[in-house]
């Protein structure tokens, strides 16, 4: 039987780690026992489907080819109820391309091992929707991109994420080998109901591209001058919903040391970023106090941060897409905003320069400085400029999107 369990990080000693080459298959070793090594991709692909499994099991491994087992057949007619056929309109592949001893779940660093290979088919066959079928799948191609807490397949299964990288949705959902467990061990047809519902809304998207993206980045309008920002001001006012987001010196305001740093700004006619002065801060009252709706993800931050170092309560509150996140699904550790930008947009990193400077020691509590001096010093304030509008112009697509799905839900 399986182990649908995910490991910790690999002991280096443990898989025989070879540092010269930590991606080669004599560093993973489990080609040695197997009986169809480094199992090739199978199916005829019509419809530029990958089904990225686990591992091959052993009936797979026997046979040479994927989805052989009990498993394999509950997976083909599922689909096959769906009008879609496994073999003749997918392409079937693993996360860990040999067999494992006792059919257990392969480790970390074997699934790493294996991940060069997983590309290599993506960029031959070029898949428009790449379906992720349990954990060992999500680490072998989520986890290239999200650095964060990676979780398992509960926390990722159900969402449909534009990969633009790789040109194609990237699907998560539950392996069938856990489906047949749940249904044997609970009785229940709740898991299973889940998993096929998952299935068809992955395979709606056959027939829909992805959505074409242009650099976020390149958007960003840097204010230099306080002048300049007075220009705009008019232009924020006006706006048909307005998107803002601070960078702080920590998580609250109360304290005399605490200072806000920088605002980034998105409405429907632009992006800027500009470092605050209390000058600036005057001007960005009179946007605070005016009737533009206004957004924020985690609207509470923000609200706070305005009322003691601008001045001023925020006016006309419109949305907090956090709080619509946590609406359209409530499960834990997914509702931040590079989380919902990650599955909505397909951008997974763009925080990663900056984040360990804007952690406050816990130990000093929720009123702690954090090191956002250190980073301006060491890699200048118009890097913050874009960390800090990055988030803005994310917040705003978001609640854009969630009004969309809310509104017509």
């Known amino acids: 039987m399986r182990v649908e369990k995910m490991k910790g990080f690999f002991d280096l000693k443990k898989n025989n780690f070879d540092p010269k080459n930590p ?127 990676l979780g398992g397949i509960t926390k990722w299964r159900g969402f449909c994420i534009p990969d633009r990288d790789l040109n194609a949705w990237i699907c998560p959902t539950y392996h069938p ?116 709706p206004k957004t924020a993800h985690n609207l509470q931050f923000e609200d706070s941060w305005t009322y003691f170092k601008i001045g001023v309560p925020v006016n006309n509150w419109k949305w907090c897409s956090m709080n619509a996140a946590h609406i359209l699904d409530n499960r834990r550790g997914i509702t931040g905003l590079k989380f919902q930008t990650f599955v909505n947009f397909g951008v997974g990193d763009y925080d990663s320069l900056v984040s360990k400077y804007l952690k406050s020691p816990a130990k000093e509590g929720a009123n702690a400085l954090n090191n956002i001096q250190d980073f301006i010093k060491e890699y200048g304030e118009r890097e913050l400029l874009k960390y800090n509008v990055l988030d803005s112009i994310f917040g705003y697509k978001l609640t854009l999107k969630q009004m969309s799905l809310i509104n017509n839900g």
């Open 23 to 149: 991606q080669s298959c004599a560093s993973c070793g489990l080609y040695k026992d197997c009986q169809s090594p480094k199992m090739k991709p199978y199916g005829k692909n019509k419809k530029e489907v990958l089904f990225l499994g686990d591992f091959p099991d052993i009936i797979d491994d026997k046979r040479g080819k994927q989805w052989q087992s009990r498993t394999g057949r509950l997976l083909q007619k599922t689909l096959s109820n769906l009008g879609f056929d496994l073999f003749e309109d997918g392409l079937s592949y693993n996360a860990c391309n040999c067999c494992t001893p006792k059919n257990e779940q392969p480790s970390p660093h074997q699934i790493y091992c294996c991940r060069k290979n997983v590309l290599k088919v993506i960029k031959k066959h070029k898949p428009r929707i790449i379906i992720l079928l349990g954990n060992a799948a999500v680490q072998s191609l989520i986890a290239r991109v999200w650095k964060k807490d």
């Open 177 to 292: 080998s856990f489906i047949s467990q749940k249904e044997e061990k609970d009785n229940l047809n709740v898991a299973m109901t889940i998993w096929k519902q998952d299935l068809k809304r992955i395979l709606e998207l056959i027939d829909q591209p992805l959505p074409e993206y242009k650099k976020e980045e390149d958007s960003i309008n840097y204010i230099a001058k306080t002048k300049d920002l007075k220009a705009i001001i008019p232009v924020l006012k006006e706006a048909d919903i307005l998107s803002f987001d601070y960078e702080t010196t920590g998580l609250k305001p109360h304290r005399n040391a605490q200072k806000l740093i920088s605002v980034g700004v998105t409405t429907e006619k632009g992006s800027w970023g500009w470092i605050n002065t209390p000058a600036r801060s005057r001007l960005f009252a009179e946007v605070m106090k005016s009737k533009v």
